[in-house]
């Protein structure tokens, strides 16, 4: 028997309705503020990513799909969604359409990271971009929005984490400062660490093992210039004026390279210590690292596996997917069974979800199949009904049955699913 690879899932049933509502609730919110859909390949250049995300990050070095093709290319699965769209609106000339430009997108990812409760080898992310815009205002609605999106979908239990990480040359001097410190404790360092303090000694600030040292580490605001401290310092104040609530977290970082200025985090209170269900920030340099112009950006994306688990962490009641709102039994020769195909269609067609028998088991059989399916209605049609021009409803809840006039039929349907909302 074949088996599913490690790290992934088959979605299909009950857990299909959380995914139909966050998609739904992510898609209409996005374009209530103003975002166009963009779908870029699974697939793109290895030297792509390595360029934006980082050579020394965590994701270049230990968590990528790559292979060669079969005409020597090196090919990875992208392991998270910004660095496409900016391939995208590099290569095809997207800068000419003007400013801003605001795009979305929603699809999976790859890591090849331990598997564990909501993160997976194949995850799923909805993110959002914005192109062209260096001031406060576009990153106070980037985090407005995504604070808006954990309400739209019912999320209460969450904390907003905010910093700045200024521009390069208040890194430059920032770097500096960490190396210093972290040389006193450098042997006492985990393996990881220790390699990180030489190729990139900003990663040490996620670290997870060494969180002692991490608490009393430099803060990056302490070293912001003037241009950054300003521009901070309006954004927290845009957000203010909306009442958006946040936490300044001045060790906050992010895990790819290409971030300037802010950052940003969602956690959920009650996933524990993996509790980051969102993230992301402004990202100047990128556009003009990959071959573009010099234009500023920013984006956050957000794990939908991750944001299942906060919902059902919050007991948040989700729509349900009603498939099979009515369900058509028959019994009978062909011509019964044309009646129901066309009924079928006739519902469908006025937006009704109906299941079709089409095993052609006994009536019995068919009404137990009914209740199995969830149906609220069944509509029963026999070679006596045929020949009277009517149809039998049956009211699955109460088990009420009713006689319909075949040309009544679609209208009282309608009129008994109302009534039960």
């Known amino acids: 028997m074949y088996q599913k690879i490690k790290g992934t899932e088959d979605l299909y049933g009950d857990e299909m309705k959380y995914w139909y509502w966050i998609e739904k609730k992510a898609k209409d919110l996005a374009i209530r503020y103003g975002y166009g859909e963009i779908r870029t390949p699974i697939f793109e250049e290895t030297k792509l990513f390595i360029r934006s995300v980082g050579q020394d990050t965590d994701i270049v070095q230990k968590e990528m799909y790559t292979f060669e093709d079969k005409g020597g290319r090196s090919i990875t699965l992208r392991p998270e969604g910004t660095a496409p769209v900016v391939r995208a609106f590099v290569e095809d000339g997207m800068i000419a359409q003007g400013f801003p430009q605001k795009y979305f997108y929603i699809g999976p990812m790859f890591r090849y990271e331990r598997p564990q409760s909501g993160r997976q080898r194949q995850f799923h992310q909805f993110g959002a971009e914005i192109f062209g815009s260096s001031s406060a205002i576009a990153d106070a609605e980037l985090i407005i929005f995504a604070d808006r999106l954990m309400k739209e979908i019912g999320l209460v239990d969450y904390q907003i984490h905010i910093n700045s990480l200024g521009d390069i040359e208040d890194r430059v001097k920032y770097r500096e400062a960490l190396k210093e410190y972290y040389a006193q404790h450098l042997e006492n360092l985990c393996d990881d660490c220790k390699v990180r303090y030489e190729k990139n000694v900003l990663r040490l600030l996620d670290c997870k093992v060494d969180i002692e040292y991490t608490k009393n580490a430099p803060k990056i605001t302490d070293y912001l210039g003037e241009n950054s401290r300003k521009h901070y310092e309006e954004l927290k104040a845009l957000l203010d004026s ?61 794990g939908i596996e991750r944001l299942i688990l906060a919902l059902k962490a919050e007991n948040v009641l989700v729509d349900e997917i009603e498939t099979n709102v009515v369900y ?5 020769g062909f011509d019964v069974k044309a009646e129901a195909i066309r009924l079928s269609e006739e519902l469908r067609r006025e937006g009704i979800p109906v299941g079709l028998e089409l095993m052609e088991r006994g009536l019995s059989a068919q009404l137990k199949n009914a209740a199995r399916v969830g149906a609220k209605f069944t509509i029963i049609v026999g070679e006596s009904e045929l020949e009277r021009n009517i149809v039998l409803v049956k009211n699955m809840e109460t088990g009420e049955q009713l006689e319909f006039e075949r040309s009544f039929v679609v209208s009282g349907i309608k009129d008994m699913i109302t009534e039960m909302q």
């Open 242 to 302: 909306v009442g958006i609530k946040y936490i300044e977290n001045p060790r906050l970082v992010r895990g790819l390279d290409y971030y300037n200025r802010t950052v940003f985090e969602i956690h959920h209170q009650k996933l524990g210590a993996m509790s980051a269900i969102a993230g992301g920030g402004r990202y100047d340099g990128l556009i003009k690292e990959i071959g573009g112009k010099d234009v500023p950006a920013l984006g956050f994306a957000t």
């Open 328 to 332: 058509i039994a028959y019994l009978g």
